[in-house]
């Protein structure tokens, strides 16, 4: 059985999965759309989900009915971000996976003051940067602002001559980089390198505690490089048909 509730259960695992969906509904909590669920079978917490519109974060333990977590999904045509080998249980239509780091180093300080920039300028060294961990529609500005501004407004973002780092997620207790986008013209010169570390830096000025998560699909040897380590499988499960 699937249900609404209004706090995450005691007990869960601090893991990037459900510091993400603490992180999620922390947030959101009091914005429309933004929802908390657990499954139960024999009365028992099989399962944990939350998330906004139709996109989730998952958490599954023992027992789990993944039948019927598949038809919840499945109706609401939903994307679920969760741990890989839960994918194996799951009957989503398409899976993209990606290797989960966790931030081990220390961040370098950063002595200039104009790091965080405008959202146009985020907007133009994202769409450039073809590192493959950012997807943008190419549509209009408004929604890249929608996205940091209000749906992410924990996003930090730190950007330097045509490159630039962002996290969708800082909170106290967890940090997803969501990516690093880097101008063609400004390639081979270690600013991805150093916009990465500049929004590490920032963040952990105002989060000391705050765990340093990455997801990647393809630039594993670039976050090993700057000081993250191999923290497992994850995947996005998409129950929509691709058009």
Sequence with gaps: MIERVNS????LEINAVTLRIKALYNTYCESVGVDLFIQKVEAEVTAVFGGMDGSFSLVCFENADFDELDSYFGFLGATV??????????????????????FEGDAREVFDTDGHGGISKIYDALKS???GDISLPSFDLWYTDFCLRFNHN?????????????????TDDATLITGVAVD???????????????LI??????????????ATRNAADFYIKNGFKYDGAVAVCEYWEKV
């Excluded at 995450?8 to 007990?11: K, Q, R, S, V």
């Excluded at 063609?184 to 500049?198: D, T, W």
């Design 8 to 11: 995450l259960p005691e007990g």
């Design 81 to 102: 971000f969760c741990f890989g080998e839960t994918v194996g249980f799951l009957k989503p239509k398409r899976v993209l996976k990606s290797e989960l780091y966790v």
């Design 129 to 131: 940067g073809e590192d």
């Design 154 to 170: 924990s996003a930090e973002y730190f950007i330097k001559n045509g490159s630039v780092a962002v996290a969708g997620f800082v």
């Design 184 to 198: 063609k013209a400004f390639r081979n010169k270690g600013l991805g390198s150093e916009v990465l570390n500049g």
């Design 201 to 214: 830096y920032k963040i952990r000025q105002k989060h000391p505690k705050s765990l340093v998560f990455a």
